[in-house]
């Protein structure tokens, strides 16, 4: 029996595995979510509306980073909070998963970008952060996709582009 060609497949095998689990990278999980209304307190709708349009417009685009990163963070757990009717729910839920991708995605290029000057850090574990701020790019790219109609005057900075400079 010829053992080369057995370690060949089994080592082309190994890397075909390799090469797929690296590719497929998953956007963030959601947490937490806009809360499910709740029909024995009053519905927040108008105030959700007035505090996401300010978000959207003023803390999303460029990705945020900073201080808008924090304030985009601290928006976005206030937003999963308010109460809003059924009928604006799905609205609401697509709204808020947008602001979700696009924290997710500068919290992860600003982690990616300060990490790539740290000497002492593996590449690996930087190139899965990067890997990981693309995926939710990509995912806020989708949700904006969802809400963008409600936004007629204003398109992120990142959909000029794939938003992949680094």
Do not use: C
């Amino acid at each position: 029996m010829n053992y080369s060609i057995i370690t060949g497949g089994i080592l082309a095998i190994a890397f075909l595995l390799s090469v797929s689990a690296v590719v497929a990278v998953e956007p963030s999980s959601i947490y937490p979510s806009l809360k499910v209304p709740n029909t024995s307190q009053p519905y927040e709708d108008q105030a959700f509306k007035e505090r996401a349009d300010y978000v959207i417009k003023n803390l999303t685009n460029p990705l945020p980073k900073d201080n808008n990163l924090m304030e985009l963070q601290s928006a976005y757990y206030e937003l999963v909070k308010k109460n809003v009717k059924p009928e604006y729910y799905g609205e609401a839920k697509n709204i808020t998963q947008f602001i979700f991708y696009d924290m997710k995605a500068g919290e992860g290029m600003q982690e990616y970008k300060d990490t790539t000057h740290t000497a002492n850090n593996r590449i690996e574990s930087r190139d899965d952060v990067g890997n990981q701020a693309y995926a939710d790019l990509d995912a806020a790219k989708q949700a904006w996709k969802k809400i963008s109609q409600h936004y007629p005057d204003f398109t992120p900075d990142f959909l000029a582009g794939d938003g992949r400079a680094v």
